[in-house]
């Protein structure tokens, strides 16, 4: 895809890598639009970067994302890439008594949310010039960490809902892309969880760079090996991953 003359629209675009890929988005001459729950984690991004767009938005609810294409169709009505970027990660035990509510809120921001953004978003993107709806996946997609078993089901299911997205797709000019991150050092799943993970900067400078070059679906290090490893690869992948 081109990477300049854009609209883009990020959810979860306040932090992380979200954020990275709008720094570099913004670099490349396009326009881009961030959306999340916290307030001043908008601020705070635009203060980093003052050409950002901010916008108050909770993607886990339908309401939200209807007023979110209304808003963007006013707001922004030139706007042709949509990234599927916002997501939260769970440490749950599943022998543990919780309440379903606090287990469905993952599903539904990591899974519900794209899909229906996604769908929500077809009949504008398929009106612009050179439109692209990405999705952000995992290296969890294709083996999961039973430590974060609902964030990996969710993964693995974007990753499928993608793929018949793009196939269904494929007759209309709506680009269907796919970033699938190892373990980036963000603050997913709360501060200090994910310090073990790459530079958030070299994985967004590769994966812009990849994408700009037109590919379809893009690693990186780990992740980039789990997307093209054999079903017994990723079964020695989750072996590993979970310590047996
Ligand atoms: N970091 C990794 O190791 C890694 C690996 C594989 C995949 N990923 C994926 O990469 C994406 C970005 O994660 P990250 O690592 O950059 O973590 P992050 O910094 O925590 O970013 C997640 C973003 O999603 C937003 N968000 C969460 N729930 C939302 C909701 N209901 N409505 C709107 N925005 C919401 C958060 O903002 P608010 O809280 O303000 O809403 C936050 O800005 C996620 O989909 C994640 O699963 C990350």
Redesign the pocket.
């Known amino acids: 895809m081109q990477l300049g003359a854009n609209t883009v629209l990020i ?8 954020l990275a890929l709008a720094e570099r988005f913004v670099q490349a001459g396009s326009t881009v639009v961030v ?4 307030a001043d ?1 908008l601020a705070e991004a635009r203060q980093h970067l003052p050409a950002l767009h901010t916008r108050v ?4 609810l339908e309401a939200e994302r209807r007023g979110l294409l209304a808003w963007v169709q006013q707001e922004f009505p030139q706007l042709n890439v949509l990234v599927n ?5 769970r440490r749950v035990q599943l022998a543990d008594d919780e309440d379903w509510e606090v287990r469905r809120q993952e599903l539904v ?2 899974l519900e ?1 794209p899909i229906h953004l996604s769908t929500l978003f077809i009949p504008h993107l398929q009106q612009q010039a050179a439109p692209v709806i990405i999705n ?5 997609s294709f083996a999961p960490a039973a430590f974060v078993p609902i ?1 990996s089901a969710t ?1 693995a299911a974007l990753h499928s809902f993608t793929l018949s997205l793009r196939h269904q797709l494929a007759a209309t000019p709506i680009q269907v892309l796919e970033i699938v ?4 050092n ?3 799943g709360g501060p200090g969880l ?1 310090t073990f ?1 790459v530079p ?1 900067d070299d994985f967004a400078d590769s994966v812009m760079a990849r994408l700009a070059a037109g590919e379809q679906e893009v690693g990186y290090g780990t ?1 980039e090996l789990a997307r093209l490893a054999s079903r017994a690869e990723n079964d020695a992948r989750f072996q590993q991953i979970n310590n047996r």
Request: a positive charge; charged letters at 15%; proline letters at 5%.
């Open positions: 959810t979860g675009g306040a932090s992380g890598i979200g959306v999340g729950r916290r984690k938005c909770d993607v886990s970027n916002a997501g939260v990660q921001i990591n949310a952000v996946t995992s290296g969890l964030y993964k991150p190892p373990a980036v963000t603050d997913l994910h993970g958030v992740s």
